[in-house]
């Protein structure tokens, strides 16, 4: 089902709301003993579509090219 533009562009507009409210945050000081998956399940309910779109791209596997597999 096509979204219509005015509907798409709302939404873009709200997840552009999102990301500069997200980057407009301090930063959380950087230290090896920092829990990342409590951190983003605490932000889950400030920011659901960066929430949703981090678990889309982060739980992508990594894999190697063949380029870099034939090099080895």
Excluded: H, V, W
Aim: hydrophobic share 35%; charged share 30%.
């Amino acid at each position: 089902m096509a979204m219509s533009g005015e509907r798409l562009g709302k939404k873009r507009a709200r997840l552009e709301d999102e990301l500069e409210d997200y980057l407009a945050e301090p930063r959380e000081p950087s230290n090896a003993s920092y829990d990342n998956l409590s951190y983003c399940k605490a932000q889950m309910k400030c920011y659901p579509r960066l929430s949703f779109m981090a678990r889309d791209y982060l739980a992508i596997t990594a894999t190697r090219a063949s380029s870099e597999l034939n090099s080895f």
